[in-house]
DNA sequence: CTACTGTTTCTCTCATATCGAACAGTGTTC
DNA sequence: GAACACTGTTCGATATGAGAGAAACAGTAG
């Protein structure tokens, strides 16, 4: 059913996970695509600037489908209300924070704010997809999350062997009310996540990075972005209730 | 040929400009595809996550767009060196500024920062589409143009009547180094932009915008505008000859 | 309860997208 | 400089997916 529109969106996955643009002939032999198949595709991405052709022949995500991407944060209402309070929060500490929601075994970052002062920026993470229990964000989002649901969230997909130490790990985040990530996902940088809440979307955290060795104090740290998931999460029922009043 | 493709993406496009979830026939009716052909693509861009499907089997854009999307920021290569020019202007002045490109007769936004002040954020303007003639960045980006290009880049396609008025004003743009938008866009704010020649990518512009009746000297603002694109192509000058190196 | 709007699922027919193979450019290698 | 390996493109025959209508199904309003 539907077998062309299925390859256009594997297309366009595989295109994303791409740092490089790649020729038809790479990506027909990923994907198991005919060429002359896959060139039709490809054609009427390009067409709609889905895609988009660089100097020799080789594919690279459009305009237009930025374009589309950014229309899923305008019906996300969420968002609105998210930016405002990263930026509190980046203010008030000066280091990166983040908003990501789980999606499947994965977290996706959905915006972030950056302080002012820092030269050079590092590769934006929005639109990143990392897995949910090497992220703070991630793991924040998944201890609160219900028994029955977890399961659905883990890669191991409820085998007891591997799940153990990821449970306990939960569990402690649970205790203490944040999630941390040291140097886990990338060496030197230290993320500090807690929950959000949002009635309307899935579950979702909030986080700050920052490199290991500054003087901040994790503790502190904590509070304030404990602080700022909770007002989040309180914001965001006001809000629903609006809607659906 | 590829009709269903071009119908899926018909599909994104319109609810990417929808600001509501729209239903299958209502969509099914605003593109001409009959119902049960709709439900099948819908059907396929919801399995993949490019859509999502409301309470009341309304479809908006889905969490995978989004990330599709972002990818194409992180395969343009200037948006690196935008970024921290954008946050070097947004301090200066205290503004938001941002980065568009010309997309045929539209500019596009491609990313904004925000002055750390407000409280309230703006519904964020990255990933709109606007006509080009009616913005700051637009004008910008389409004065530098050369002749036979921006025929191309004009709605009415070269007629002479309407083009008279744009093409005045393009020379007035021209003249004086950078382009004013006094609440054409939204009113009661004022835009100034300047352009930005990139060799690899599309042409484009950095501009700013605050409210009417602010303390600022637009021709200082301008002077500062005007500074950091100028920068700004001489780095992405430098940045593809590394490229090609 | 009934009428109505909208969604979902059938079916069947016919158009059409898919596929493999052959063609045509381009740069590389010996 | 010629043959080669590598691309992207084109072209028909076939099988697959799209088109159209009807009908079952759910929710809402009168």
Redesign the pocket.
Known sequence: ?????L?ALKILELLSGSDKPL????IAEQLD?????A???LRALASREFLEVTEH??YSIGLRAFEVGAAHLRSNNAVDIVIPQLAGLTKELGITSHYAVLDGTDAVYLCKQDPPGLGIKLASSVGARLPAVVTAVGKAALAWLPGNELAAHLPSGGEVGRDVGIMAELAQVRERGYSLDDGETASGVRCIAAPVFSPSGGPGAIGVSYMLGSTLDADAVAAHVMNSASRLTQLLGTLTRKATA
Chains 1, 2 share one sequence.
Request: net charge positive; glycine share 0%.
């Open positions: 059913m539907s077998t062309s529109v390859r020729p038809l002939t790479r695509i005919p060429k002359s198949t060139h039709a595709i022949a080789s």
